[in-house]
Nanobody, 131 residues
Framework: QVQLVESGGGSVQAGGSLRLSCIASGLTFSRYGIGWFRQNPGKELECVAAISWSVRLNEGRTYYADSVKGRFTISRDNARNTVTLEMNSLKPEDTAVYYC????????????????????WGQGTQVTVSS
């Protein structure tokens, strides 16, 4: 059974930092691209960062939404089946539920950042940024 489990969400003040983790099980992790998406009630899912699949230990092409470039960093550790999203200089508009999603053999932004192409989803973790 495939599982994606997010952790690391919480409440911070504007300008603060959080680190989200997505730990996967039940799949060949290196063969999956991983995207981080966020959603607020009544709004569409938005991909904020994604990293392509890679058989090499901690590599993969990375992609970012313009709204988070320079503030968020995505990385993967295939040995630990983990993708991490480092979020710095957080803003109130970053408040959302954050989800990680796995896309089999995905390496291009067009696929990784499209929620319709994801094969598996985590349950989400809440991030709240206060002004």
């Amino acid at each position: 059974q495939v599982q994606l489990v997010e952790s690391g969400g919480g409440s911070v003040q504007a300008g603060g930092s959080l680190r989200l983790s997505c730990i996967a099980s039940g799949l060949t992790f290196s063969r999956y691209g991983i995207g981080w998406f966020r959603q607020n009630p009544g709004k569409e899912l938005e991909c904020v960062a994604a990293i392509s699949w890679s058989v090499r230990l901690n590599e993969g092409r990375t992609y970012y939404a313009d709204s988070v470039k320079g503030r968020f960093t995505i990385s993967r550790d295939n040995a630990r089946n983990t993708v991490t999203l480092e979020m710095n200089s957080l803003k109130p508009e970053d408040t959302a539920v954050y989800y990680c999603a796995a896309h089999f053999s995905a390496s291009q932004a067009m696929t990784l950042m499209d929620p319709r192409s994801a094969n598996y989803w985590g349950q989400g973790t809440q991030v709240t940024v206060s002004s």
